[in-house]
Each structure stands twice: as structure tokens, then as C-alpha cells.
């Protein structure tokens, strides 16, 4: 089973920018699987906001899209989230997996994000 482990949340002014990482423990190749960021508000179910094929195709929820940009980067096992512009309303736990994840999916610790002044 992969684990995960997020990094690089915290507080941040609106309008402002913040970079996740997602390290990918894995014994198989990492770079065959798709990958995906979910976050979760209080009180919300945890969504999906941006997905990475294996061949780099990219897809983001509207609520991000065109402020946030999903990577990857095979050789370090890590997929990262660049989030600019950020609203309050991207607070949040961020999260990584497998695009397909349930909530019975092994699910790292998150990293929490909060936008605010």
C-alpha cells in the first residue's frame, strides 16, 4: 500500500501563494500512477481539486482552476500543488492519493492550509 506524505501548508493572506509536496513511499514505480490533490473543510466531504496522469495530463476543479498547478517530478517520487491567489475559501487539509481514493483509502496526515488576514 503507498503512503503519503504532505508538507508545505500554513497561513497565508489572500491573494497569496503557497507550495504543497506530496512524497510518495512506494514499491513500485511511482510514475505510473495518476495523481490527484483532495482537500477537506470543516463540515465539507473531502474533494478533489487537481488530478496528474502518469503522462503529465493535468485536470482541476473550477473552483481552482487557473489559480492552482499540479507537477510531478518521477525521480524524487513527489507531486506538488503551486497555489496562487489564494481565497479564503481554500482553507482547508490538502491532501494526496490516488485519484480513485475512498475514504476507507489509507490517507496521510494532510497539511492544513488557511487564507486569511
Known amino acids: 500500500q503507498v503512503q503519503f506524505v504532505e508538507s508545505g501548508g500554513g497561513l497565508v493572506q489572500p491573494g497569496g501563494s503557497l507550495r504543497l509536496s506530496c512524497a510518495a513511499a512506494s514499491g513500485r514505480a511511482f510514475s505510473i500512477y495518476a495523481m490527484a490533490w483532495f482537500r477537506q473543510a470543516p463540515g465539507q466531504q473531502r474533494e478533489l481539486v487537481a488530478r496528474i496522469s502518469s503522462s503529465g495530463s493535468t485536470n482541476y476543479a473550477d473552483s481552482v482552476k487557473g489559480r492552482f498547478t499540479i507537477s510531478r517530478d518521477n525521480a524524487k517520487n513527489t507531486v506538488y500543488l503551486q497555489m496562487n491567489s489564494l481565497k479564503p475559501e481554500d482553507t482547508a487539509v490538502y491532501y494526496c492519493?490516488?485519484?480513485?481514493?475512498?475514504?476507507?483509502?489509507?490517507w496521510g496526515q494532510g497539511t492544513q492550509v488557511t487564507v486569511s488576514s
Open positions: 492519493n490516488l485519484p480513485l481514493a475512498t475514504p476507507s483509502s489509507a
